[in-house]
Each structure stands twice: as structure tokens, then as C-alpha cells.
């Protein structure tokens, strides 16, 4: 029986033809680039796309990059996937039909080539880098001043779209840096039980077969996935979507023809559950020490651990596993990238904590320790091997 009678549509690439409940970040966003899009070269427009996983960040701005039109050209690039400032400049220069040298040359001089080339090519770009805390602030800023460069570029030709989970990676840049870039925020709230029940509803009408399944399949998904109060793992869009596609599938190798309540909780068992041995494996060796650090320092029974404790472990584990330990910056965006996956949890201090000044605090929500500790210490000691 196909009930998924477009699966395309349950891909990251798919762009929903409307976003429901982001039309007001839609045009925030396009509100900062209007007036370099109208008239090239006018001045340099910055924005700061911020929200949780799964709150539609990438998916509003690849909808926004689709009405970017020539002269302008749209670049897009996952520092997630594009994690070095090599890498990065490489994937922009060939979006923007520019060659620039793999190696060999500093960053300054890539970025020289890069600006000439804009210029002598006389091009207009948009660029956005995609979940941008996995950059280290002295990478960020790179790119953040590079479209002040108007000496060397001409003119103003760059615009810029920065997305991160939260606006702390603005505080870490250098004061001069994070007064070029400004506070052009544009906010994306973790999604309602509402909304996200329209988000499902537009996908089922896209993907599922008409009559597959019941309104009241999608409220249940939206019951367990929306946002509420002090849940810092709801309102993920992406999390509902994934299960209304397992549950199709699951409804599929059945055999029926339609989506039954059993269904979704098979589905949303596979997806809920903990986090997935193939999301651990993928970590880079010294994210999961950092990990086994975070669990370590859980362990003596308090529910958040600070940053500055988990450090201290972690080079205890670097110790015991031969290592050397990587560098405080590595570690951030280690840090970021455990977060990121929904792994660990992060949020700042608050007054009345007990802790002096603005410290960062971690802590694992999903996971029993025993379970997790046991799983990356093997996986360490199998990737050492
Ligand atoms: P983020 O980048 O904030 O982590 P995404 O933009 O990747 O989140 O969204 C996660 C998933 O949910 C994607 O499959 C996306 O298509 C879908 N999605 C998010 N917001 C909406 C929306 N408003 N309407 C339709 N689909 C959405
Ligand atoms: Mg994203």
C-alpha cells in the first residue's frame, strides 16, 4: 500500500511552498536585505537568524534565498558540514563562479583573491553561513568584516545572513567586529502544539496519500512534540516531521493503508528515545571526550555542570585516553555541536545561582549516564585501536 506518495517532500532539501507561522521572520529577514537587493552596492545588510533546532532557521532562509534575484546571487553554506575557513571560502567562490587557490595561500591572502575577484567580476551576493557557532569568533569575524571592504571591493557587494541556536557567539567576537555586525536579529520561538500541528498538516497534504491518515494522527504528533514551558527539547519541527514519516512508513510495511495512533507511538518510540548510536559514532574523537567529560562531571549528582568543571574533567580524560587536549575554542564548538545534535543541553547562569558572573551551564536531559558513559567510552577506545 503507498501511503508516501512523495517522499522528496520528507527531505532536508525540501522547501515547503509556504512556511506557516514564519512569515513574520520571513520578512524581518527579507526586511534587512530589501534595500541592498533593490539597489546594489547601496550599503552592507547584516542579519542574525536565532532559534532551537528545528525552528525553521534553514528552511526560511533557503526560502528567502530563492527570491534573491540578479544581480544579486545567493550563496549558502552549512558550517556545519563546511567546518574550516578554507572550506567555507572554497564553497562560497564556487557558488559565485570565482575560482580561488585550494592552498597554499594565508587567510588573508584568500580573502584578498576572493574581494578582487568579486570586484573584478563586478558580483552581488547575499552569503549565509548556516549554523555559524561551529566556527571559532576569529573565523566569524573574517566574514563579518569582509563586507566592509569597500576599498578593495569597489563598492559594497556583500550581504550577510548569520544562524546560530542562540546570540552568544555574537558576544564572543571582538567589540570592534560585534559593532560592524549590530544586533539585526531576527528570533524564531520554539513551535507551538499549534503550529506545529499546521506544519504537519501541509506536509501530509504534500507527501501522504489522500485518506492515508486521520487529523487526529497529526494531533497526537503535535501533543508530543510541541513547545512547552520549560521543555528545552520541544518545539522541533523536524523532530514531528520524522515521525510522521516513520509512522507512514511503519503504517506502510504493514501492509495497510492507512496511519493507526499504534503507528505514530511506534514512531515516535524510535525517534524520542534517547539519542541514536549513529549520531555518537559521528562525533569527532574529541567531541566524544568531551562528552565522557560533561557525564563525568554530571555524576557527582547535581543536574548542570559549568563549563569550567567539565574542562578540568575533560583533560583528566584526555590523560587516561593519551591525548592532547584540544584547545578552549575547539571546546566551544565541540560544545556547540553536542547541543546542536540534542545531546547535552546549555544555558546561561541565572542570578541567585550561586555562581559568580555569566557562566555557561550543561547538562543531559535524555540519556541515563550509565548508558551514555558506557557507549562513548567504547567507541573512544574502538576509534584508538
Ligand atoms: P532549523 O534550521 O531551525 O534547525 P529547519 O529549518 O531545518 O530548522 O526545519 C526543520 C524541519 O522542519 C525541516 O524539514 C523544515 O522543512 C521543517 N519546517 C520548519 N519550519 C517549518 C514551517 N514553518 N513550515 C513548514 N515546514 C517547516
Ligand atoms: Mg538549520
Known sequence: MRIIVRGDAFSPDFIPPALPHREEQLKQLSAYMRSFLDSPGSFYPRAVLVGRQGSGKTVTLRSFGGSVKPPVKFAYVSCFINRTFTAIVSSLAQQLGIVVPKRGLSRDELVNVFLEQMRDKDLFAIVALDDVFNLAPDA????????????????HRFGLILVSHTPDFIDALDPSTRGI?????????PYTRDQIFDILRQRAEIALAPGSYDEDILDMIADITGAEEGAENKGDARVALDILYRAANNAESDGVSRITPEHVRRASKEVL???????????PLHAKLLLLAIVRALRGGKPYVTFGEVEEMYKVVCEE??????????????????RNKGIVETRLNKKGEGLRGRTTLISIGTEPLDALEKAITSMAIEELR
Open 140 to 155: 566569524i569575524s573574517i566574514f563579518i568584516r569582509m563586507g566592509l571592504e569597500t576599498d578593495k571591493l569597489g563598492t
Open 181 to 189: 555586525l549590530g544586533k539585526p536579529i531576527v528570533r524564531f520561538p
Open 273 to 283: 528515545v534517547g539519542i541514536s548510536s549513529d549520531i555518537l559514532k559521528g562525533l
Open 321 to 338: 585516553f593519551g591525548q592532547k587536549p584540544r584547545t578552549h575554542s575547539q571546546l566551544w564548538a565541540y560544545l556547540g555541536e553536542l
